[in-house]
């Protein structure tokens, strides 16, 4: 399991860099951004809104319940569903 976690990490990053120089092709970057990054903004939304509920106790207390939701759900949501495919 912990190879397999460092290879994906691997071609991740290798994957993404690839992507970083790939301006002059948007064709590339909207695959990329489709293929790798969507899916990990839809994993990093989900994720986020669980650490949210988890953590709503304690942001009420504290008076930063708005803050936290944008942090944790709305900034990966937009990222994800907002903005153009291959927009970085």
Same mark, same amino acid.
């Given at each position: 399991m912990k190879k397999a976690l460092i290879i994906i #990490? %691997?071609? $991740? $990053? !290798? $994957?993404? !860099? %690839? #992507?970083s120089f790939a301006t002059e092709n948007q064709d590339e970057a909207m695959i990329g951004d489709t293929l790798i990054l969507r899916p990990l903004g839809i994993l990093g939304t989900a994720v986020g809104a669980v650490v949210f509920v988890i953590g709503l106790p304690f942001s009420a207390t504290g008076n930063n319940v708005k803050e936290s939701a944008d942090t944790l759900v709305v900034a990966p949501a937009k990222f994800t569903f907002a903005r153009p495919l291959g927009d970085f």
């Open positions: #990490l %691997t071609v $991740f $990053f !290798a $994957f993404t !860099a %690839t #992507l």
